[in-house]
């Protein structure tokens, strides 16, 4: 005999519930976020990128796809556009000829370095209204999740 509705919504009532509570604080964290990244006329894959190449230095278009967890349609366009607007530059990779790798120009790293302070201290602010140790509870917690 097949659950009711009513017996698999009783069953799982906790983890629907936690599941708003996520997706709730993950839209208000974003939206705080996204604020600085607007102040300064980038959109957020854009703001990724040069983040990503400020952090790790020169990647290939895969691993920015990886890492900012975007379509290769997109990661296109924002390439494109960046390299357009002189902040990145795409080179062949010397290891894998069929591959490329994009780095930032020095317009590029001298926009990134003017926003990551602002940026960081923005973070910081959105989850001050918890201690540290809710903040390593959380990433614990959430840590579970990563498949």
């Known amino acids: 005999m097949e659950k009711k509705i009513e017996e698999i919504l009783k069953e799982n009532e906790s983890a629907l519930h936690s599941l708003v509570v996520f997706h709730r604080a993950t839209n208000a964290i974003s939206r705080q976020e996204i604020q600085t990244i607007k102040k300064h006329n980038l959109t957020v894959s854009q ?61 590029g790293q001298e926009r990134i370095e003017k926003i990551l302070p602002e940026h960081y201290e923005n973070i910081g602010k959105i989850f001050s209204i918890i201690s540290q140790e809710e903040q390593e509870t959380m990433a614990t917690i959430l840590r579970k999740f990563k498949l």
Not at 53 to 65: P, S, T
Not at 82 to 88: P, S
Request: zero cysteines; a positive charge.
């Open 47 to 107: 703001f990724g990128v040069l983040e990503a190449l400020y952090n790790k230095g020169n990647l290939r278009i895969q691993d920015l796809i990886d890492k900012l967890l975007s379509t290769s349609g997109n990661m296109t366009v924002v390439i494109r556009n960046m390299i357009r607007d002189g902040y990145i530059f795409k080179v062949p990779d010397e290891k894998d000829k069929r591959s490329f790798l994009i780095g930032l120009t020095p317009l």
